[in-house]
């Protein structure tokens, strides 16, 4: 294989992973994985900037999210799959960092001062230092595997360019090109809607889960909202402001979508048939993943096996450049 380059990327561990998350990013690291050398991080230190208080259900989180990962088709032959927390030069980088980033470069993140307004508004104080310093270790996350390529979201743009002028400025202070500094690959948002047409969020409770059953799936279909003016089976319908018919551009074969928008505009098709015809759509294509999943369920050890061997890799390389990064500081290695 020819790799393109070597990608960071990391997720927080969360209970709440969710079809749209999946169609946001799992899916394309997937894709990724076999053009790429790649680094993909369980994010536990990130998670206790918002978690803090509540840490008992982290390792349970973690466990899920390794699960989700390695059902949605992760490889780890292919790539370095590990938790953060297991590989301490994570947090001795972040240290480091966080004595030459000046503070007005950190309090300007946009998206800082709207999480902080959204989560405070929510009741969770999040006004501490180390969600103050959360692009910081972002930075020594993506800094330490020397990633050339991060893939990320429009919204995170402003954490990704914070960490090129840290980088920039570690490398001009020490007089050498310690790190690389990473160009952003723009993932596509998942255009999934959530069950009533609003975008797809736990908070809202409209989400379909990622580990959904066949039955479950089933039922989260049923439940969706359809075009709102289509009131009586004889009324024609309008696919385009229709929940069930963007799932149905996501998981249906083509002809089905182009059926579909046919039918749907001469009253030609029932919402009830239609969803049936989604919800067998949407088993199919899922099933690759639950079949890994029910393998993968039956044997927790080897989810476990997996990430220590993850970490003990990620240890390797981050440990060779903490070794670089001593020797320019002047810090014994
Ligand atoms: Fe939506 Fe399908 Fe009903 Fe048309 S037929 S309104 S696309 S559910």
């Not at 973690?62 to 953060?84: C, H, R, V």
């Not at 476990?304 to 890799?313: N, R």
């Amino acid at each position: 294989m020819t790799v393109k380059g070597r990608i960071f990327s990391g997720m927080q561990p969360s209970g709440n992973f969710h079809l749209g998350n999946y169609l946001g990013a799992l899916e394309n690291w997937v894709k990724l994985q076999d053009q790429y050398e790649c680094f993909f991080c369980i994010v536990d230190w990130h998670a206790l900037t918002s978690t803090f208080e509540n840490t008992e259900a982290m390792p349970k989180r973690t466990y899920e999210m390794a699960l989700n990962w390695l059902s949605a088709g992760l490889d780890p032959e292919k790539n370095t799959i590990f938790i953060q927390s297991q590989v301490k030069e994570h947090a001795e980088l972040h240290l480091l960092l966080s004595m030459m980033t000046p503070l007005s470069w950190l309090e300007r993140v946009p998206t800082s001062k709207d999480k902080l307004a959204q989560l405070g508004s929510q009741g969770t104080d999040i006004n501490t230092h180390g969600f103050l310093g959360y692009p910081e270790l972002m930075t020594a996350d993506i800094a330490l595997y020397k990633a050339d390529t991060v893939p990320v979201g429009i919204d995170q743009l402003p954490h990704l360019e914070l960490t090129r002028e840290i980088v920039r400025r570690f490398n001009n202070l020490y007089g050498r090109e310690v790190f690389v500094e990473p160009k952003e690959m723009l993932s596509q948002a998942s255009l999934l809607p959530g069950l009533d047409g609003r975008k797809m969020s736990k908070s809202y409770g409209n989400e379909i889960p990622f580990a959904a059953s066949e039955k479950e799936i089933r039922e989260k279909v049923r439940q969706m909202v359809t075009d709102p003016q289509r009131v009586r089976r004889a009324d024609v319908g309008n696919p385009d402001v229709c929940p069930v018919f963007t799932f149905h551009k996501v998981f249906s074969p083509a002809v089905v979508v182009t059926e579909i928008d046919q039918e749907c505009r001469k009253a030609g098709i029932g919402c009830v048939d239609c969803k049936k015809c989604l919800a067998d759509h949407m088993v199919n294509a899922l099933a690759p993943i639950h079949e890994r999943r029910i393998v993968l369920e039956q044997q927790p050890e080897r989810v476990h096996e997996i990430l220590a061997a993850g970490a003990e890799k990620a240890r390797k390389v981050a440990d060779e450049t903490m070794r670089s990064v001593r020797e320019v500081m002047h810090l014994p290695n």
